[in-house]
């Protein structure tokens, strides 16, 4: 069965920190999907990222890195320069062929100034 | 605008009275899937559809209908609402068998009193 667990439930940084919110999963297929979500304190779910199992080159996209590690099964999301506006939910999830869709229970990142 | 929608955004009703939540989306989506969020749980799947006709049990279903007649529309019903189904509930729709980015509503707000 499909699992993602985000270990961290709350961590809270100065601004200008860098912070890594870590995800490990779990899953029998060898085609699945990751993705990281974030919410922040006005509720809407935005879409940061997508990995297919296939492609496990990081990816960097401004101050956001993620790294992705089959080996591991893990796929962790790093906050470079953390600013107040990261301040959110930040959900990993997975994904598998036949359209089931589970996430994680979240990581609440407080960046204070 | 591409967009989902959802209505309501609030609501409070009281056991056993039948509710439907509808969720529209206007970019010719295949996949649309409903959630629930509850605070340290996380997002779960209750329900899903890869496409017309064809829905699917996510990990909370008990409780909930769904149905796909056409391919803008999932509206969420619940037939004998509880006081353990007060939450919030986000309806989302993908392209891509669900593999895709999720576009998530704005959520929906039920209290069961």
């Known amino acids: 069965a499909q699992k993602v667990t985000q270990a961290q439930t709350e961590i809270s940084v100065v601004e200008k920190e860098d912070v890594t919110l870590d995800c490990v999963y779990e899953?029998?297929?060898?085609?699945?999907?990751l993705f990281w979500y974030k919410q922040p304190p006005s509720g809407e779910l935005v879409f940061l990222i997508r990995?297919?199992?296939?492609?496990?080159q990081n990816e960097i996209s401004g101050r956001y890195s993620w790294n992705f590690q089959k080996s591991t099964s893990s796929f962790n999301f790093t906050i470079t320069a953390s600013q107040v506006v990261d301040s959110a939910v930040y959900f990993c999830?997975?994904?598998?062929?036949?359209?089931?869709?589970?996430f994680g229970k979240g990581t609440k990142l407080t960046v204070n100034p | 605008e591409a967009q989902v929608t959802q209505n309501p955004r609030y609501l409070i009703t009281v056991t056993g009275k039948k509710l439907t939540v509808t969720c529209s989306q206007n970019?010719?989506?295949?996949?649309m899937s409903w959630y629930r969020q509850d605070p340290g749980l996380g997002l779960r799947q209750i329900y899903y559809?890869?496409?017309?006709?064809?829905?699917d049990k996510g990990d909370v279903p008990e409780g909930y209908k769904v149905s796909r007649k056409e391919k803008r529309n999932f509206p969420l019903i619940l037939e004998s609402p509880s006081p353990n189904q007060t939450s919030l509930y986000f309806c989302?729709?993908?392209?891509?068998?669900?593999?895709?980015?999720?576009?998530f509503g704005p959520g929906t707000r039920l209290t069961v009193l």
């Open positions: 559809s890869m496409n017309v006709e064809v829905t």
């Open positions: 999830a997975l994904s598998e062929e036949g359209g089931k869709l589970v």
């Open positions: 970019m010719n989506h295949e996949y």
């Open positions: 899953t029998r297929d060898t085609t699945y999907y």
């Open positions: 989302a729709s993908s392209p891509g068998q669900g593999l895709g980015e999720q576009f």
């Open positions: 990995r297919n199992s296939f492609d496990e």
